[in-house]
């Protein structure tokens, strides 16, 4: 799936996520196509019901440390197998 696609299904920015594979801190494995699109691969959805993650700092200066929380958070939901609604 395209990664702006994978953003929008876990509730991020598509800036944020590009962001995030630029710097090799994409919690799911990706690759960028020859004509530059970023793919990202995704295992098979367990059923069941919405899983959201939650994140949250006290001030806007610490943007940086929300981005890393939702990650680690992102990451350790797609090892578990769970598909994320909502970030």
Known sequence: M????WARKQGISYKTAWKWYKEGKLPVPAYQTP???ILVKVGEEKEG????VY???????QRAD???QVAKLLEF???QGVAVAKT
Do not use: F
């Open 35 to 37: 004509t530059g699109t």
């Open 2 to 5: 395209k990664l702006s696609e």
């Open 49 to 52: 019901g919405k899983t959201a």
């Open 55 to 61: 994140a949250r700092v006290s001030s806007a200066d």
């Open 66 to 68: 929300l981005d890393r």
């Open 77 to 79: 939901a797609n090892s």
